[in-house]
């Protein structure tokens, strides 16, 4: 087989006989250019497997930072923070218990006339819930329930537990608009900046407004005081500082004591979602037990 080509026919001898193909003539410094699809490729690509474990992490720490922040909310509004008892008598003859709350006006022993039976100390009658409740510090509208003995621990853990997912979901609100803005504004920037707006509006006071709440808690653990006590320490020390005393709050028995009173023995289980209340709640120690004790010996 012979193949001739001249110009724009091309011959081929088969057997005996030719075959002419015409083609089309193209000038020499013609370019032929086919089609071929573009497949476009994320940018960063070999950066976006390292990214993905820290968003995972992020989410996983964040929700159980959250579910944790539910659970101990729940337990507070579901646990009763401490009724006194019907019997109780306060016993003035108890060597061992040496503070006796009385009256600011007459001197007598503290009574519930509502209740009808003696107050033990620490102890307020609560308007909302219309009955006496053990270590009083406020009644909490945000859990529909008193704030006191029993579940003033899962109520300080659960400001812990929000405070530290409000600040935690504003860090990573920032870091998303500042890590990678091209990437939001490629994905349709008008919608995704609302939402950020929106929620940095929502962040922002929320966050401050828990963080002085735990501060305001974390103070009142560390002198083992309660909202009512500190606001009746302020008056008691005014009328101190006129008679020419210093005022000295009775249950403050040191910053470890005063940790280990309210928020229980083991610093591990400190932020667990349990009550982990020391003791009934009729009966507190004082700065008067140790005084006490380094007399006897």
Known sequence: MEKKEKGSICERKIGSGHLTIPFPSLPRDAVVSTPVPLVSLPPNDEATPQLLPSGIMNAVVFTAIALLSVLNYTIAILTDPGRVPSSFMPDIEDCGNPVHEIK??????????????????????????????LRMDHHC??????????NYKVFFVFVVYAAIACIYSLVLLVGSLTVDPLKDELQSGDSFRTIYVISGLLLVPLSAALGVLLGWHVYLILQNKTTIEYHEGVRAMLLAEKGGHVYKHPYDVGTYEN????LG??????????????????????????MASASVR
């Not at 940790?259 to 309210?262: G, P, Q």
């Not at 709640?281 to 008067?288: E, H, I, N, S, V």
Request: include cysteine; glycine fraction near 8%.
């Open 104 to 133: 600011r006006k007459g001197g007598d022993l503290r009574y519930c006339q509502k209740c009808s039976h003696f107050k033990p100390p620490r102890a307020h009658h609560c308007r909302v819930c219309r009955r006496c409740v």
């Open 141 to 150: 509208i945000w859990i529909s329930n008193c704030v006191g003995h029993a």
């Open 259 to 262: 940790l280990t009173t309210v």
């Open 265 to 290: 023995p083991r610093i591990f289980c400190w932020v667990c979602p349990a009550s982990g209340y020391i003791g009934s709640g009729l009966r507190f120690p004082t700065a008067y037990d140790s």
